[in-house]
């Protein structure tokens, strides 16, 4: 396994992505704890101590170099609104910075959705994945069943490749322990300069 570096933060105007740290337990809690009917198919802890030990096992991950998590911070706030995260990071180029990344792991406070910040988010962590580590193609991927989930990752520009049967555990609680279906996208980087495009004129909507 090859280092990719010091934790670091990425900056936008709607949103700082900030590395994941113990002292945001608190915060992350308080962002979780409203509706909380978009996170089916996704793992967001409700309560503090369930919190603690979500970010224990992240942070776990990142000195593994399996992932590199961040915390989504709003800018017009300064609010700790969710988290997202690298992982599932390949290297066979023979050199420091990854080949092949995933960006998932994604939640935000409901507040939060549907907003600015998670498209700015998605092209800070691209824009870093393809112009700073020059990676070939960052997948994106959620349960098969998520709907809500696959049309988002469709409008960001990702092309969708197939569902890959039993991939991963289940994060749907009545599920626990068994696998699910994963819908696979993915961005190659003869894909970015439109997919970058097609974000940056999004936030310049009003």
């Known amino acids: 396994m090859i280092a990719v570096g010091e934790p670091f933060s990425l900056v936008g105007r709607h949103v700082e992505l ?7 337990a608190a915060e992350l809690t308080e962002a979780a704890s409203g509706d909380r009917s978009t996170y089916e198919f996704t793992t967001v802890p409700a309560t503090g101590a369930e919190m603690a030990a979500y970010i224990d096992r992240l942070l776990a991950d990142r000195d593994a170099q399996r992932v590199i998590p ?9 609010r700790l609104v969710g988290c997202t995260r690298f992982m599932d990071l390949h290297w066979w180029r023979d050199r420091g910075d990854p080949d092949e ?11 939060a959705q549907r907003t600015p910040v998670n498209t700015e988010a998605k092209l800070l962590l691209l824009t870093h994945a393809f112009d700073v580590w020059r990676v070939t193609r960052v997948a994106l991927c959620t349960d098969a069943r998520n709907e809500q989930s696959r049309a988002a990752i469709a409008r960001l520009g990702a092309r969708f490749e197939g569902v890959l049967r039993h991939h991963r ?3 749907v609680v009545a599920e626990h322990g068994r696998p699910r279906d994963s819908a696979m996208f993915a961005i190659t980087e003869d894909d970015w300069p439109a997919v970058r495009t097609n974000l940056t004129a999004r936030l310049a909507r009003p």
């Open 169 to 171: 555990a289940s994060h």
């Open 18 to 24: 900030v590395p994941l740290d113990r002292a945001h």
């Open 101 to 111: 990344v995933e960006i998932g792991g994604t939640w935000l406070a409901q507040e």
């Open 70 to 78: 961040f915390t989504q911070r709003r800018a017009s706030d300064g």
